[in-house]
């Protein structure tokens, strides 16, 4: 898959969309392996390029929705200061099961989104 991002282009929600298409369909060009605590530090890498360089993190309210929707689809009435990967990780841990189980919910959050 060939991902050409322009400048800009990061402002939007479906870009990080397909950046987790990407690396969901081929994790070991993006991640080590497949680890739920490699992709919160791939996520967060990003995030932090895109601020360091000036581009603007619209697509931030996209993990701040999933965060909340995920924390209602696990039944978690506690908040946690690292938002969706802190819940994937207090559930499923931070290693394969939780990766797996960080694209389950992510898909299900997209698919119910978009009806």
């Not at 402002?11 to 992709?39: F, T």
């Not at 207090?90 to 978009?114: C, D, I, L, P």
Request: hydrophobic share 40%; charged share 20%; glycine share 8%.
């Amino acid at each position: 898959m060939n991902i050409e991002i322009q400048q800009g282009a990061q402002d939007h929600p479906a870009d990080l969309v397909r950046i987790l298409a990407a690396i969901e369909d081929h994790p070991g060009i993006w991640l080590l392996s497949q680890n739920l605590d490699y992709l919160f530090h791939f996520i967060a890498g990003y995030q932090r390029c895109l601020l360091a360089t000036g581009f603007h993190l619209k697509w931030e309210s996209l993990l701040n929705d999933f965060t909340e929707n995920l924390r209602l689809e696990l039944g978690i009435t506690t908040s946690n200061p690292f938002g969706w990967y802190g819940y994937l990780r207090e559930v499923y841990g931070g290693e394969e099961k939780g990766y797996k189980m960080f694209f389950h919910h992510f898909n299900h959050f997209k698919e119910s989104a978009s009806n």
